[in-house]
Structure formats: C-alpha cells, structure tokens
C-alpha cells in the first residue's frame, strides 16, 4: 500500500491503564501498525491528557476508543469541516451488562449510553470486535462498519504437549472476569460430576477472588490464582490441559470476541467452547466440537480424558491456526482499514514526533470544559459578575451543544428564572438531545401554574412509554422530583400519577401520593386500591427487612442469569 510510505500521523485516544482491554486493543495493535507502516507516526494518547486536543485536531486519522468524552464533539466537528476523517471503536455490547461487571453502573447511566451513541453517529466508521458487536450496532446505527478481530500480541511458546498430564492428574481450567461470573455458575453441576466420574481431575480456576467461595467445590480438587496482570492470565494456561469457555446465550455474550480461545490454545490448552456466535469463525477454522448442553459439555471432556490420543492432536490443531493466523503481527487488517480513511496527503502536522509508536500520557484533565466552565461561573457569581457568568456558559455551550450537562447547569443555573422565556429556549437546546427527557421535565417544572400541567404530564408519560424499559427506569428518579411536588399541590395530576404507576409500579412514594389526590379529588374506591397495595409492599419490607440488608442485588442477579442458563 503505497500510503504506508508516507509520513502520516495517526492519534489514538486510549485507556494507558496496562488492562486487557487496553493491551488487546490499543497498545498492542499500534505497536504493530507502526512496524507495518515504519513511516507513520503512531501516537497514543492518554484519553484524560489535555494535550489530546491538540493532537487529536492535528491528526490526519483520529482513531477514539470507547469513549464517553464529550469535550471531541467539536473536534470531530472540526475535522470533518476540514475533510480529516475520525473513526470510534467499541468492543464490548454497553447495552446489556452483566450485573456482575465492574462497569455496570457506569453503563447503567442513560446518558452515558447516549454520548457513546452519538459519538459513533459523529464518527466516520465504528469499528468492532467482532459479528456479534457488527449486528447489535447495525441494527441500531446508520455508520460503517469494519470488524477487527483480536489477536495475539506475541508469538506463542513452543508447544510441549509431552510435559502435560505427567504427574497423572487431569487438569481442567477456566478463567475470567467478573463479567463472567454467571457463565462459569451455569455449569458448575458439570465441574462436579466429573470431579466425581474422573478422581484425577483437578479443576485449576483464575479470577476474583469471590470465585471459590461462588463454586463450592472440594477445595482439594481445585486451586485458585488470584486475577493478575495479562502476563499471569496467560501462563495460566500452560497447566492446563483443558480450558472451559462456557457462554450464557445472551445479548451480551453474544458481541464478546473469541480471543479466550485463541489465549487457551495459546497457552497448550484445548478450547472446549459454547457453540455461539462469538466462536464460530474459531470452530469452523479448527473443526473443534462446540457445546451447546451440560451433557454435550460433560462428553466432550470425558472423551479427551479417556482419548489422550485424540486431545493431543486436536490442541496442536489450535495451536497451529493460532500461530499462523491470529498473530497481530501477521494482520494487515488495520493498516488497510486505516489507510482507507487517510487524505491523499500527509499533513505534517505533527511531524515533531518520531515516526514509530509513540505513547502521550501527559497532563490529566480532572474535569470536562464544560465542568470547569461552570465551576468558573459560579466563581463569577460569587465574585458579583453574575451577567459575565452567564455569557461565558452560554459561549461554552455554543462552542459544544452536544454537551448536555453543560446546557441543564445553564438552565437550572440562569434560563429558569425567566419561566416564560425558558421554554422557548429549552425547545432549541433540546434540538442537540432529542431522546434526553431531562429537557422536557425542565420544560415541565417551568409549566408549575400553568392550566396545560395536566395534559402536559399526560403528553411526557406518553413519550416516556416509547422508550426501552432501561431508559423508563433511569429516568424514574427525575421525573418523580419534578411530578411529586406538582401533584400534592394539584391534585388534578392524580390521572397522570396513576399513568405513571404503570411504569413505577413499585415506587411507593408515587403510590401514596396518588393515592391522596385521588381521596382529595373524592374518589375513595380508587384510593383504597392506593392504599391496600401500600400496606401489602410496607408489610413485606418489614418482613424481609433483615434479609435485604445482609443480600446484593448482584449476589441475586449472577445467580438468577446463572440458574436459567442451568435450566434451560
């Protein structure tokens, strides 16, 4: 590719935190590009350094990972203005994740969702992991789409099968994240009735350190590593002869990538892998048996125990199409891709840096600018200057509109003192955030003693109801904060208030406001309903007060997903 040649700078924006993630898809690959393409100027740079505004204008490509950053919407804004292309990657499905996952919560925040969306829509191209990710965002998203495997960052040990099983022990393993948790649940019944069928087998496990106490098995039967750095996560492989990849059909398992195979395999263990989605391009090119039961996963390990023979041919098999075909240093995919998405010309922009990989971890930036816009205004304001204050937010938001905390401070902070001049203005802002219903409910807290209140509500509930269940539950606290205070001042709300009962059907708080509006309004029948709901939730929670204080709703949430996969 005669672009290789040429002096180009390519800017990452990356998470330099030495995590899988970060190796597999960041620092790994751009390693490897650089040596591909000798002449460019790979940079890295630390997602949080100030000193990525800088580089991230000056690019020819800019490639952001996973990002939330709402500070590169004028940046991406700009390259495009200035023909320079910016291409976004997400690697994991942050619509559905696992209650067990570290990032749970962070992917529980609507508005997080929302500026990944819109990122990717701002983007020229989202680049994925995997079929499973393609089909998700295909179905969601109108961008291109380029699927980038991961792969291997170094070429495997030599493989030393003759080593394996010689203390006469038969050593089974799986390993994973607390993302996992439910998989590995799913078939401990599994794990339990061959440790009883097979004497010699020792199940070898690695991760959080909840994952013995989760398992319950024989602690003489199974030994526990502690989760460590990738270097460990990797030689644990090489005791174990067998490595266990079961996967919980479900959407989030669906978009994960197939790189625990091509680490098992890696290592001189035998893949023995859940017959989904993620998977297949792996079995197909190895012609390796799936699972997709506990009877069809308990055969397959009783058949390489009792066929040595067999499992040694089928691990070298692995082995081999991961050494010939899943080494980043074999790939040219991502040097082609990105040279699809280059100018005509090197820009020389940035040509003070090396050509080469380059790494920028520089200056953290603790906040957003428009987090520190506002915290400069309210300084303003307390130093007198509460016009200035204003202005300087206001030019703040016109500098990046996709910024949406930025504009509710600025409502919340100045627009609402003027409740008839607020609507106006909170129906143009809105236009940046459409699916952002906390502009309407500002819109409804400056419609406090207006005559349309009530169809108003009746008009939001409506709106509310088209949306997926996550959103109606995120927003649940919002729209109880604006709806409570209006409805025990108004009782003509009390329609709207049972309107949202069907959506918050356990928040008590609403049930017995509503159930007050209605007595006020006269209508005890419908009250009583109220208030026979309320005393059998209030007598519940005494009963299981208890209980719920020594429980997680994580604890209740891994199990559950785990015993239906059990169950199915």
Known sequence: ??????????????????????????????????????????????????????????????????????????????????GKKTLIEFNDNFYDPPASSPVFQKWSSFQIREIYRKLIENCDALIVTGEGLNQLFAGKLDVPIHILPNQLALSPEPLKLAKRGADGKFHVGWAGSGGHFPDILSIVPVIRKLMDAIPQLTFHVMGNEAIPYMLKLPPERMTYTPWGTVGEYLRFWHKV?????????????????????????????????????PYQNFLNATGLKSFSSREELYSLVESYWKNGDALKEQVTKCYNYVCDSRLGSKDLSRLLLYGQYLPPNPLHELASFNTGYNEVHGTRQKDSKGKLAFLAAE???????????????????????EDANLAIELIKKFWLKDPSQAIRRIAEVKKHHPRDLRFDLLILAALTASDSLPDEWQSFISRLKQFENFAQTHYRQAVLKIFLPQLKEQHRLADAGVE???????????????GEALIARGDDLSALEQFEALVAEYEALEENHEFLGAVTSVYLRTWRDALYARCK
């Open 1 to 82: 590719m005669q672009k290789a040649q040429e002096q180009y700078s390519i800017v990452q924006t990356v998470q330099l935190d030495g995590g899988g993630d970060s190796h597999y898809r960041m620092e790994w690959p751009a390693k490897h590009l650089a040596k591909q393409a000798p002449a460019w100027r790979v940079i890295n740079v630390d997602a949080h350094a100030l000193e990525r505004f800088s580089l991230c204008e000056k690019a020819d490509l800019l490639v952001i990972y996973q990002s939330n950053d709402v500070d590169l919407f004028p940046i991406i804004r700009r390259r495009r203005q200035a």
């Open 241 to 277: 002869q067998i490595g266990l990849a079961p996967l919980i059909d479900n959407p989030y398992n669906r978009c994960r990538s197939d790189i625990k195979a091509v680490e098992m395999a890696a290592g001189g263990a035998l893949p023995l892998l859940a017959g989904l989605l």
């Open 379 to 401: 300084q303003a304001i307390q130093n007198g200057d509460e016009s200035g204050a204003k202005v300087a937010l206001e030019l703040a938001l016109e500098e990046n509109p």
């Open 500 to 514: 949202l009962l069907l959506l918050y059907p356990r928040s008590l708080d609403l049930r017995l406001a509503v």
